[in-house]
């Protein structure tokens, strides 16, 4: 994993080094939304109660969207995915709603979203968009994982749509909070109070079959690369 200097220009202005991939969405002739091409997330879901369901996922731009106090921003592995495309989040709500009105009427079982591959919730407002998102629509649901932690407005706001919605339909663990038991930590070695990623351990082939990041109830950690 390449970790970057304190001086780096992608550290000092919160940004990624990947800038020429930064895309915004008035030239950008792509979906936000993208069908999961990752060997690691998997295309669908094969195993629980989502079982058939395509996964999708959005890429935002790392370190901008993101609180300063993660434990990775030197070493964030978006360091080592130079050609992802990050989405600008100008118009992203807008662009979002129509994008998952038309996967509300491709996909009559429901769907999967991974928030977010590369990036994080940006704002209070933008959790406020899933939170409403999420409770009109059925057939939508979402799961990633957050560093904005509670006490803070972003991390505040994602507790109250987590608890509001209920964790099968929005699966947001905050990243690198062992207290709270829908959680996700990286570690070094395995813990004995929590499951480590199976896809990590060779138990699995991918995120969609396995889905305990979405299901269980119990921390997930993932082992340092």
């Known amino acids: ?8 220009a992608a550290i000092v202005e919160g940004r990624t080094k990947s800038s020429k991939n930064v895309h915004t969405l008035d030239t950008y002739a792509h979906k936000a939304l993208k069908p999961s091409t990752n060997k690691k997330l998997g295309r669908k879901v094969t195993k629980g109660k989502l079982a058939g369901m395509p996964i999708y996922t959005l890429t935002l731009e790392e ?9 990775h921003w030197l070493d964030c592995y978006g360091n080592n995915m130079p050609f992802a495309h990050r989405i600008d989040t100008a118009g992203l709500e807008a662009r979002l709603e129509t994008e998952l009105d038309a996967l509300d009427k491709k996909h009559k079982r429901g769907y999967l979203v991974r928030l977010h591959v590369l990036g994080d919730f940006y704002s209070p407002e933008y959790v406020a968009f899933w939170h409403s998102q999420v409770a009109k629509r059925d057939k939508l649901h979402v799961y990633g994982y957050s560093r904005h932690h509670p006490g803070k407005p972003i991390g505040d706001a994602l507790s109250r749509t987590r608890d509001a919605l209920g964790f099968d339909k929005f699966a947001i663990r905050f990243s690198t909070l062992p207290s709270d ?12 109070d929590a499951i480590t990623c199976p896809v990590q351990l060779d138990k699995t082939d991918s995120c969609g079959t396995c889905s305990l990041c979405w299901t269980t109830k119990k921390p997930i950690t993932f082992l340092d690369h």
């Open 1 to 8: 994993m390449t970790t970057l200097k304190q001086n780096h």
């Open 63 to 71: 370190r901008k969207t993101c609180d300063d106090a993660c434990e």
């Open 181 to 192: 038991n829908l959680s996700a930590n990286t570690v070094h070695n395995t813990a004995k």
